[in-house]
């Protein structure tokens, strides 16, 4: 699979604060690569790099395997931190200003007004939006010129609900067509629900990455229960399935090591002679093994 | 280059502080040329009316209008801070301008400015200098027209420090402040401690020297012997009348330096810095 964006050990100090550490990472086209962490993780400065507006002490990138360079950022849509225009331009002229950079025709420009919802205010001027408008502006001006690139920094941003919901299904449609994105947030639902792989951040380190499913699944508990109880737990001990089992009320609370499965268990409780009366798979949300991973 | 015009163009046709300047730059030199026509200040031999025909329109003209450049450096420092205030220097980045793009961009503003600036004091100096020139030789009327290119250097030397200084400090409000302190005050305060000579190689000093007061005790006494090279302005600096300057040709080829190393230093932090 073609590779989009390669990371080879970036570093960022402001001062005495280590910004971002050692950053290594790879995301593959069609990738939605989530670059999740708490506040001062180090996400906003990751895009930042990689979108050349912060030069990195250390390290390298490439962008479509190539050094990166204007021509190739014109393929990239980039939301980082905050929408930057004009505020005394309209929306059309302010969304011209990019289509120039980016050498797209202005004709794009309603098309993705459209897409964000903002037809009606054509016209009117930045300084006259309310934040979610604004940051629907920038998502329009991201989509000028259909990149196969997306870099989205916290898109959500000052939205309302039905605005969340609004742009996690752009983000999703733009997916769809195969486009890679990359999207920095802390909002664990939204990595949960739009991206394919997550790569999470602390202290500027990139401390666990990989299919959002695989990092799902590799930790979730199974929650298993026999007449027996007592014995279950000696048995699921001694059979070196469980990487921890805790006892949960009359049930038992199964961490399985990994490339293990439910059916794994089911097996060699019945090969015990044990019948399970209860087997099933709680997904922990994404939330509380983030939580875990950055404690 | 083309694209860049474009773009700085959009940035700047809705914007109404750069209307309001570009507007009170034409309107208050008009206003200044106009009234100062009307004041009739006559002594035997001289009028200021000589200053309004050609050629010494070409000199007067420029000169009133090199003290309306520092309107037109404010103008491009308030374009430049505007683009870090707004992060729109860094949002062009994203986009994929390149930094030097960043640069050519205000460069060509600054050109085009300088543009229409000389154009009007070309077509002022036009209008006045047919209107109080009463006997006309087409070999006076082209005489010191070369000025106004001097006063197109001139122009954007301000602007190009106008620029410099807006990107070094990333702030319109403190930029502003500076540039006319460094103009009015600092550069002038620090000549002092030089002798005279090196004061004469200073940047504001060198830019301020492109378009020199015009010489009225030159054009009096010149009228009052019937003869313009009566009294040169040499021995009028020595005597101590007139400031002392540089040969013109020193004046521009410094100055174009100074707008070089303005232009170079503002790409180098520009280059290097985080946007």
């Known amino acids: 699979m073609k590779v989009i964006l390669q990371t080879n050990n970036l570093h960022k100090?402001?001062?005495?604060?280590?910004?971002?550490?050692?950053?290594?990472?790879?995301?593959?086209?069609?990738?939605?690569?989530?670059?999740?962490?708490?506040?001062?993780?180090?996400?906003?400065?990751?895009?930042?790099?990689?979108?050349?507006?912060?030069?990195?002490?250390?390290?390298?990138?490439?962008?479509?395997?190539?050094?990166?360079?204007?021509?190739?950022?014109?393929?990239?849509?980039?939301?980082?931190?905050?929408?930057?225009?004009?505020?005394?331009?309209?929306?059309?002229?302010?969304?011209?200003?990019?289509?120039?950079?980016?050498?797209?025709?202005?004709?794009?420009?309603?098309?993705?007004?459209?897409?964000?919802?903002l037809s009606a205010?054509?016209?009117?001027?930045?300084?006259?939006?309310?934040?979610?408008?604004?940051?629907?502006?920038?998502?329009?001006?991201?989509?000028?010129?259909?990149?196969?690139?997306?870099?989205l920094d916290e898109p959500a941003n000052g939205l309302d609900p039905e605005g969340i919901a609004e742009v996690r299904q752009i983000i999703i449609n733009e997916a769809e067509k195969n486009k890679t994105i990359i999207l920095a947030s802390h909002i664990l639902d939204e990595v949960e629900k739009v991206c394919s792989h997550v790569g999470i951040l602390k202290n500027g380190e990139m401390i666990a990455q990989g299919k959002v499913n695989e990092l799902l699944l590799s930790k979730d508990p199974v929650i298993v229960s026999a007449e027996n109880i007592d014995l279950l737990e000696e048995e699921i001990i001694r059979s070196g399935l469980s990487e921890s089992v805790t006892r949960e009320n009359n049930n038992l609370m199964v961490i399985l090591k990994k490339g293990y499965s439910t059916s794994d268990i089911n097996a060699y409780a019945f090969s015990k002679g044990l019948i399970l009366t209860k087997l099933e798979q709680r997904k922990r949300s994404l939330e509380s093994q983030f939580l875990e991973l950055v404690k | 280059m083309k694209k860049l015009i474009e773009i700085e163009f959009i940035k700047i046709a809705s914007y109404s502080?750069?209307?309001?300047?570009?507007?009170?730059?034409?309107?208050?030199?008009?206003?200044?040329?106009?009234?100062?026509?009307?004041?009739?200040?006559?002594?035997?031999?001289?009028?200021?009316?000589?200053?309004?025909?050609?050629?010494?329109?070409?000199?007067?003209?420029?000169?009133?209008?090199?003290?309306?450049?520092?309107?037109?450096?404010?103008?491009?420092?308030?374009?430049?801070?505007?683009?870090?205030?707004?992060?729109?220097?860094?949002?062009?980045?994203?986009?994929?301008?390149?930094?030097?793009?960043?640069?050519?961009?205000?460069?060509?503003?600054?050109?085009?400015?300088?543009?229409?600036?000389?154009?009007?004091?070309?077509?002022?100096?036009?209008?006045?200098?047919?209107?109080?020139?009463?006997?006309?030789?087409?070999?006076?009327?082209?005489?010191?027209?070369?000025?106004?290119?001097?006063?197109?250097?001139?122009?954007?030397?301000?602007?190009?420090?106008?620029?410099?200084?807006?990107?070094?400090?990333?702030?319109?409000?403190?930029?502003?402040?500076?540039?006319?302190?460094?103009?009015?005050?600092?550069?002038?305060?620090?000549?002092?401690?030089?002798?005279?000579?090196?004061?004469l190689y200073f940047p504001v000093k060198v830019i301020s020297n492109l378009t020199p007061m015009p010489e009225f005790l030159t054009i009096f006494a010149g009228k009052m012997n019937g003869d313009n090279q009566a009294i040169d302005t040499y021995s009028l600096r020595e005597m101590g009348i007139m400031p002392e300057e540089l040969p013109i040709l020193v004046n521009i080829i410094l100055a174009a330096g100074y707008t070089i190393l303005f232009v170079f230093l503002a790409w180098l932090l520009l280059k290097r810095r985080n946007l």
């Open chain 1, 13 to 117: 100090s402001y001062g005495r604060v280590t910004a971002i550490k050692n950053l290594s990472f790879t995301i593959h086209e069609g990738n939605v690569f989530g670059i999740l962490g708490p506040n001062g993780s180090g996400k906003t400065t990751t895009l930042a790099v990689i979108t050349d507006v912060i030069r990195p002490d250390k390290g390298i990138f490439f962008w479509f395997e190539q050094t990166s360079s204007p021509v190739l950022r014109k393929k990239i849509g980039s939301l980082i931190e905050i929408p930057n225009f004009y505020p005394y331009l309209t929306l059309k002229r302010n969304l011209k200003v990019v289509a120039r950079i980016k050498d797209v025709p202005d004709k794009d420009i309603p098309r993705v007004l459209d897409i964000a919802g």
């Open chain 1, 121 to 151: 205010r054509t016209n009117s001027h930045y300084d006259t939006l309310s934040l979610g408008m604004k940051q629907r502006l920038a998502i329009a001006s991201v989509l000028l010129g259909n990149p196969e690139v997306l870099v």
């Open chain 2, 17 to 199: 502080v750069f209307r309001v300047l570009i507007l009170l730059h034409f309107i208050l030199f008009f206003l200044v040329v106009l009234v100062t026509s009307q004041l009739d200040i006559t002594v035997p031999g001289f009028s200021t009316y000589n200053l309004y025909q050609f050629p010494n329109v070409w000199e007067f003209f420029p000169w009133v209008a090199s003290w309306f450049n520092i309107l037109l450096a404010i103008m491009i420092i308030v374009l430049t801070g505007n683009e870090y205030s707004y992060h729109t220097f860094r949002q062009q980045v994203i986009n994929g301008l390149s930094r030097i793009q960043l640069l050519s961009g205000k460069g060509t503003l600054i050109v085009i400015i300088a543009i229409y600036s000389t154009l009007m004091v070309f077509l002022f100096s036009i209008i006045f200098g047919f209107i109080f020139t009463r006997e006309y030789v087409f070999s006076v009327f082209y005489e010191k027209i070369y000025i106004l290119l001097v006063y197109f250097l001139q122009a954007i030397a301000y602007m190009a420090l106008g620029f410099f200084i807006a990107v070094l400090f990333k702030n319109t409000g403190l930029s502003i402040t500076l540039f006319i302190l460094f103009r009015f005050i600092i550069e002038p305060v620090i000549r002092l401690f030089f002798p005279k000579n090196f004061r």
